[in-house]
């Protein structure tokens, strides 16, 4: 298996045979911006200045946070806002939080769902799983093992690239 990209060159996927892909650093300069940030501070407002604010399903538990305050899901809670990360929509998409699951549990912990293309990342009996993909898709990324307490989690999706990386 391919465990370094030559140099000059960065990872930007994993088949799925376990290899890493390799790509030349691209010279343009992305444009990158914050769409929506959830400090979960008391609320689930959006703290971007984008007004993507959440509404709680099931019975709102904040709980000390990794910094601050945590909102507390037990299987049955969720936040859901308005934003829309279908890859028609946003292409290159990094989403990530800092979580800390309990025993087994399957969770969704962010996730897209329109019936059709879905993007989510997942936490099953003690794994990490990105998903992308029409009705949740394949894992792309292989799996991370949660390590116990705090663990910040990220997801990197590129249409483009038809690349899913997970941190």
Do not use: K
């Not at 930007?12 to 959830?38: H, K, M, Q, R, W």
């Not at 299987?75 to 292409?91: K, M, R, V």
Request: charged letters at 10%; aromatic letters at 12%.
């Amino acid at each position: 298996m391919l465990r370094r990209c030559p140099s000059g060159e960065f990872v930007t996927g994993i088949a799925a045979n376990g290899d890493i892909i390799c790509a030349p650093a691209v010279s343009e300069t992305p444009s990158l911006s914050l769409l929506a940030y959830y400090p979960l501070d008391g609320n689930v407002l959006d703290s971007s200045g984008h007004a993507y604010n959440g509404t709680i399903g099931g019975t709102a538990a904040y709980a000390a946070g990794h910094t601050g305050t945590a909102f507390s899901f037990n299987g049955a809670t969720y936040i859901s806002t308005t934003l829309d990360i279908d890859s028609s929509i946003q292409p290159q998409l990094t989403m990530g939080a800092w979580v800390r699951p309990s025993g087994a549990f399957y969770g969704q912990v962010m996730t897209h769902d329109d019936q059709g293309f879905d993007r989510s990342l997942i936490y099953y009996n003690g794994d990490w799983r990105a998903y992308d993909g029409p009705g949740g898709g394949s894992v792309h990324t292989g799996l991370l093992t949660a390590t116990g307490g705090w663990q910040f989690i990220a997801v990197v999706y590129d249409q483009d690239r038809q690349t899913v990386m997970l941190y």
